[in-house]
């Protein structure tokens, strides 16, 4: 899981780079952080439900093996193609990792310590979005021929999960034949029965990850735009500082219940959105667009672990991998399009009026998950942590 989320985001500081190199506009750098939804959602709409039905490992060797195909391609990429296409398969490695691999993770928890296992899950994954941007970042400090060493060592990384993965225990009971997994394919469901649960983690999950994917891609243009400086280890600090935010954030409150996560995850967004727009609007602060960062990394730890836990303690294993599917691709989905619409449209009005409507409409879209999952999720939730 740690090795996938470095793959996926350790090329965040180096797109201003290659920007700069190659030059492309900013809705072409959105597209090509954006391509690897397309691998995701494609393995999502698949991935959980085999690995319901026949193991976790089934889904992760061909997952890993694909983010070994990713580190190769952007260790010798001389082109945006490149970059496009190495994205579409670290992309496949993505859904592998929250579909099979978290639910892997869970699997092998005691059945007592489900909880402590969405923990693990989830950290692991934005844990791994932190150790990427610092990678590379720092690596840019030390040398020019970044491109090499950062994806060497991603490479490397890769490839030691994938002799991990061989060693994985398998804890899972694959389902039976004529079990729900079994059935001819459809788009990825949670049980009849448990669908709202996993709608609320939706609700406050979707507005989380949006948030962070908007840091990831543009959040560099925007620190050059509001302090004029496009330094890699200035955006990787960031976005390193964002996901460690959104690990600790969810140990140090992961006493509470998943209803109050799933509150507190809406109300970071929202304050994480006023912020972005007040630091590119009115004051052009470099701080609070590092507060802005802080503040997503939170929305999207707590709504992530309020999510997995509902499907850790609410879903059956055998359906858990596809739960994790259905939770992600809600998330993943409009996680492209609003950074990617963003990007097109500062070619069109500008950064500061782009990051506006951005901020507008993600904070708004969270003050009205906050409000239904408040009135809709029982009070008896609150006891559950």
Known sequence: M???????????????????AWGFSSGTLTVVFAAYMVGLIGVLSVGGRIADRFGRR????????AAILASVL????????????????AGVAVGAAVSAGMAAVVDLAPATRKHSGSLIASTSMVFGSALGPLLSGG?????TDYQRWVFTV?????????????????????????????????WPAPPANRRRELMWGVAAFAPGIIATSFVLSLGPSTLAHIDGSSSPLLSGAVACVMFLTATGVQFALSRMSSRSHLALSSLCAIAAMVCLALSVTLVDSSALFFIAAVLAGSAQGTGQLGGLTLIATRIPSARRAESNSVLNISGYIPAAILPVSTGYLVDGIGLPGAVLCFA???GVSA?????TTRITMPVSFATEG
């Open 74 to 89: 952007f260790l010798y990429a001389p082109n945006i193609v490149w970059l496009l296409v190495a994205r579409l398969f």
């Open 139 to 143: 690596i840019t400090r030390i040398t």
């Open 2 to 20: 740690v090795a996938v989320f470095v793959l996926s985001n350790a090329p965040t500081p180096l797109y201003v780079l290659w920007q700069n």
């Open 58 to 65: 089934v889904v992760l060797v061909p997952g890993i093996a």
């Open 367 to 371: 003050a009205i998950s906050l409000i």
């Open 360 to 362: 507008v409409v993600l």
């Open 154 to 186: 991603v490479l490397v990384l890769t490839t030691a999960a994938l002799i991990l993965v061989f060693f994985l225990p398998a804890r899972h009971t694959p389902v039976p034949r004529d079990g729900p997994a079994n059935r001819r394919w459809s």
